[in-house]
């Protein structure tokens, strides 16, 4: 006879439950344990849950949409009467809290019936002066203030996240839109774990949130993509799109999409933090019904084979363009985005062969330049995606404002150690970028004693001074040279005579005009960087037009968006060049607040439109209590918001305005530093 075996677990329970009926139920209290971090999702978290809370309102009746699991057991304390203790899911059921009561609080007057619903989410019927979300005690009475619109009608600081996630929910709830966020709120699922006495909790805690690797950005869009369709659609986009895709891509199929992200929006892509090209995706993508996913499967498809180019030029159908691209993989992948767009333009006839190939040698000069000079070469291509949508002329004018001039080149050349000496040697004096010249120092930067300039002199006998200075030259452009393989092994760390007779046996034009030098010392090598140096101007051009950027601003699009409130925030800026002023901005929150103020009285109805297309941040009464500005008598300006939104709010608003092109950002050593 077989004995019975019973499966059922014994001390965990999970139950896939409708979120607002289970937080509804009239015994629900839950506390917060002293031993959880703080409430700190900000607006962008805020963001994408009314998102997603819109989206599945708008979605037929059989969708809903799962926010996770919420991990809690029965509490044990006998100094309150909250039922759970919240394990996990403080962050996600806080938000919604903060949701529901800015909703309630939109409702109340006009659909009492509505707000009567939501009010049994946030209170219970037996004690409605306490919240049934019950944070740390050192933050609740905050909390419940909130919730419970109890905020003192003084408070002006916005000094916790309570105050403005629920500002930002106020602020984004149209007027009508009420009830079709509550559909959409109904409509929430969660599993919602419970744990018996004899669980281990912290186990439990640490299985949910730390085994396995996260989801990557590519991987998430991958799941977007196919989520939704039919197995046999699935297989018909995997494999006709995605695995081609992937194939062409590679290991950097993360770096692709970031890139395709920055040439389709002509904005930097926040990587940091989180899931950030996973988020612009969603945003460009919003709905991929299977009607619309195989043209834009097919554009993807087709950048990534682009993109397999750029990674590998060999690829290449076009000998010319391979030529090119291997020179512009020399300086990195930081102008993969325009490149993409451009050679996508050219082969569906949108410019001609040559013009692709003058935009390529355009971008060589632009990042060689501004290395050679020092400027960073960080955060520059979103804004010449931008240009180029205004047209050929726009691109040059933008690759021209930003390369620095031949003067700097040239200092920077003479005293600078030369950036990619094979790629640059190899360009001046003409030679095939595949043929195998190895680059030779004529003085070697750890010359022994013996070594001599000319002949006579050893090394060992020249003054601390002189030592120090063919030192400091060593890898500057005038004293390096190529060479053959077999020549170059012959000429290691040998004395400059020696090495003139080996130059004169080169193929290389600009090695035998080396061995025309008699002497080598630092005057000779001062006089060979001049001399090749203007070999190097005319090799890389710079874009003849007027106006340099020499001071390394960043136009306001592509300022650096940051989450919450970054160490050193309050010093982020050296100053911001608006329309030709000089202005003294030293944060985020400063220039914020002078741009809408400035817009108000130069531009007011771009602040109107864009304030109300945004849900914000100008409204003609101080609905909530917080931070505020006042631009006029009955317009309020919010100061509540976080960096990110703030920064954010200020770049539509000067878009709106059509001056976004007008105004730069200068970073303070510290707003460089920060993360």
């Not at 409708?18 to 002293?34: E, F, H, K, Q, R």
């Not at 060049?577 to 400063?590: N, T």
Request: glycine share 6%; net charge negative.
């Amino acid at each position: 006879m077989r004995t019975a075996t019973n499966n059922a677990a014994t001390n965990v329970r999970a139950t896939a439950v409708n979120t607002i009926g289970w937080l509804s139920a009239s015994d629900t209290t839950i506390v917060v344990p002293v031993y959880q971090r703080q409430y700190r999702w900000d607006i962008g978290g805020c963001e994408q849950l009314l998102g997603d809370v819109r989206a599945v309102s708008a979605a037929d009746d059989a969708h809903t949409h799962f926010i996770g699991s919420i991990l809690s057991t029965a509490s044990t304390s006998a100094d309150d009467d909250a039922h759970l203790v919240l394990i996990d899911g403080q962050q996600r059921i806080t938000t919604l809290m903060l949701l529901v009561a800015a909703l309630h609080h939109t409702l109340r007057v006009d659909d009492p019936e509505i707000a009567r619903e939501l009010e049994r989410v946030l209170v219970r019927d037996d004690d409605p002066d306490r919240t049934k979300l019950r944070p740390h005690r050192a933050w609740a009475d905050v909390f419940e203030s909130v919730v419970l619109d109890r905020r003192p009608e003084a408070f002006t600081d916005g000094a916790s996240r309570f105050d403005d996630n629920y500002a930002f929910f106020r602020s984004q709830i149209r007027p009508g839109e009420a009830a079709a966020i509550w559909r959409g709120l109904k409509k929430l699922e969660h599993v919602a774990i419970t744990l018996g006495a004899d669980a281990n909790a912290q186990q439990i805690f640490e299985s949910l949130n730390s085994t396995g690797e996260p989801l990557r950005d590519h991987e998430l869009i991958h799941n977007y993509v196919l989520m939704g369709l039919s197995h046999a659609e699935q297989s018909e986009i995997e494999n006709e799109y995605w695995l081609p895709i992937e194939a062409s891509t590679g290991d950097a199929i993360g770096s692709f999409w970031n890139h395709y992200l920055v040439m389709l929006t002509g904005r930097e892509v926040l990587v940091t933090g989180g899931r950030g090209v996973y988020d612009v995706f969603r945003q460009e993508f919003p709905r991929l019904d299977a009607a619309s996913l195989h043209e834009h499967a097919a554009s993807w498809r087709e950048y990534a084979d682009i993109y397999r180019e750029l990674l590998d030029p060999a690829t290449s159908r076009d000998p010319e363009l391979a030529r090119h691209l291997t020179y512009l993989a020399v300086l990195g992948r930081g102008m993969a985005p325009l490149a993409m767009r451009l050679i996508h333009d050219a082969r569906r006839g949108r410019i001609a062969t040559a013009d692709l190939i003058g935009r390529l040698d355009e971008l060589q000069s632009l990042v060689l330049r501004r290395t050679i000079a020092g400027i960073s070469t960080d955060r520059l291509v979103a804004r010449l995606c931008r240009a180029y949508a205004g047209g050929a002329d726009a691109l040059t004018r933008a690759i021209g404002r930003i390369t620095p001039s031949d003067e700097r080149v040239r200092v920077g050349l003479k005293y600078g150690e030369l950036p990619h000496p094979r790629y640059v040697l190899g360009r001046i004096a003409d030679v095939d970028a595949a043929a195998p010249y190895d680059v030779v120092a004529a003085f070697p930067p750890a010359a022994g004693d013996d070594w001599s300039g000319d002949g006579v002199r050893r090394f060992a006998d020249y003054s601390e001074d002189e030592q120090n200075s063919h030192r400091a030259l060593a890898h500057t452009l005038g004293n390096l040279t190529l060479l053959e393989p077999d020549l170059a092994e012959q000429a290691f760390d040998a004395p400059y005579p020696r090495l003139r007779e080996i130059a004169r046996r080169s193929e290389v034009p600009v090695t035998r005009e080396l061995a025309q030098t008699a002497v080598w010392n630092t005057a000779a090598i001062g006089a060979r960087t001049e001399a090749l140096a203007l070999r190097f101007v005319n090799v890389w051009p710079r874009p003849d037009i007027l106006g340099i950027d020499d001071d390394n601003l960043t136009p306001i699009l592509d300022a650096k968006l940051r989450r919450g409130w970054p160490r050193g925030w309050q010093r982020e800026f050296d100053y911001v060049e608006f329309r030709g002023e000089h202005w003294e901005v030293p944060d985020v929150r400063y220039l914020f607040n002078r741009v809408f103020t400035r817009l108000w009285a130069d531009a007011r109805q771009s602040v109107v439109d864009f304030s109300l297309r945004r849900g914000g941040p100008v409204y003609p009464a101080r609905a909530w209590n917080g931070a505020w500005d006042q631009l006029a008598p009955d317009q309020h300006l919010y100061m509540g918001w976080d960096s990110r939104y703030m920064l954010t709010a200020v770049q539509g608003v000067l878009e709106e305005a059509g001056w976004a092109s007008e105004v730069f950002v200068k970073y303070s050593y510290i707003g460089d530093a920060m993360r």
